[in-house]
Nanobody, 114 residues
Framework: VQLQASGGGLVQPGGSLRLSCVAS????????MAWYRQAPGKQRELVAV???????NYPDYVKGRFTISRDYAKNTVYLQMNNLKPEDTAVYYC?????????WGPGTLVTVSS
């Protein structure tokens, strides 16, 4: 079963989106989870991490704009993205840290454009 991300779309610069990703209960409750993204022609990169205990970390290029959270009752990890920039345009994926290679899903496309 793949990890299914959803919530992407077209948004203007400065806008917001909230992404969601549902995982199986056992997998979700025992793994640090993360969001990744891959822009056209670029390598996949880490966007946000949240530990089993709820601690989060972000790279500098999204810090202060993106917020990762998780809901154990729904087995869901979220990514709230604010003040979006054109350079945030990419396909966004969720997975664990370290990644579960077999669980990469198709991702959800986020396009930031006026």
């Amino acid at each position: 079963v793949q990890l299914q991300a959803s919530g992407g779309g077209l948004v203007q610069p400065g806008g917001s989106l909230r992404l969601s990703c549902v995982a199986s209960g056992t997998f979700f409750s025992t793994r640090n989870m993360a969001w990744y993204r891959q822009a056209p022609g670029k390598q996949r990169e880490l966007v946000a991490v949240i530990t089993v205990g709820g601690q989060s970390n972000y790279p500098d290029y999204v810090k202060g704009r993106f917020t990762i959270s998780r809901d154990y009752a729904k087995n869901t990890v979220y990514l709230q993205m604010n003040n979006l920039k054109p350079e945030d345009t990419a396909v966004y994926y969720c997975n664990s840290v370290p990644v579960a290679i077999s669980l990469w899903g198709p991702g959800t496309l986020v396009t930031v454009s006026s």
